[in-house]
């Protein structure tokens, strides 16, 4: 069987067989901390042996969730919430700081329209928080795009709708 048959097959055991639908992304992302931690934690074990310089100090909770994938914690407008037109912009929090090489923040207009300045930025303060201004918005329906780079390295993505009134 092929490496990557292999990790589908233990994947889909996972899946199917330890954890319900409603904790599946939850726990994947438990046992990708979990295992960030034993990595860093061989890798500081092993430098010595390598000539390398240990780490101070064991890996701590917060070294493995920033190896772990940013997660949308916060949106405003909130998703399928209902605003007043003049919310001057759109926002997202993640729950950890993400990379600024792929940030993107778009809102599109049920029309198909992009509606958004184009100014999507980190937020200098936090780095978990992502904006982008908008005009004042006509009553309906509106679509916000966010893209991201995890400090892991992956990039997630996805949607969520809100209402202006």
Known sequence: MKRAEQRQSAQSFLDDNLFPPSCRI???????LFFSAMALGAARDAAP???LPA???APTADSAIALAHAIVVRTS??????????IGKV???YDAGIRDAFAALAVIAASGDRV?????AIDKSDASHVLVSVDRLTPGKYTARYRALSADG???SGAWEFEVR
């Open 55 to 57: 780490a101070p100090s």
């Open 26 to 32: 939850a726990s994947r992302r438990a046992l990708a």
């Open 116 to 120: 958004d300045k184009r100014d999507a």
């Open 154 to 156: 992956h990039i997630v």
């Open 77 to 86: 407008p909130a998703q399928n919430g209902v605003s007043a037109g003049d």
């Open 91 to 93: 926002e997202v929090w």
């Open 49 to 51: 042996a390598f000539g």
